[in-house]
């Protein structure tokens, strides 16, 4: 099992605006961390009622706070990035190494 870091910063191909004017808020990255047991408890719901992507586009938007309507429009590569991250955390150990140790836990 590859090591996971406990964040992860990513940088958007392409800056997105969120509201007009003087009501503008940019984004120019994506702040990723380890989802909470309820923030998986919620995207496994969303799985069962939603595609995997936008259930994927949730789980991202509640761990870094981002806006579902931002991530809407970031960039498919930048996605893909995001959610490599989080399916660290969404896969359960192997069965053989219920603790998520790299040499097994036997």
Known sequence: MKAVPDELEITLSKTITL???AEATEYSVIRL???????LS??????????AVDAMKFL???VSGVPLP???????????KAQEYM??????PAEDDPEG????SH
């Open 87 to 92: 399916i660290a955390f969404i896969t359960p």
């Open 42 to 51: 919620q995207f496994i719901r969303k799985t069962t009622s939603d595609n």
């Open 60 to 62: 991202i938007s509640v």
């Open 70 to 80: 931002v991530l809407a429009k970031i960039g498919v590569r930048d996605f893909y």
């Open 33 to 39: 961390k380890e989802p909470t047991v309820d923030q």
């Open 101 to 104: 140790n790299v040499a097994g």
């Open 19 to 21: 509201g007009s004017d």
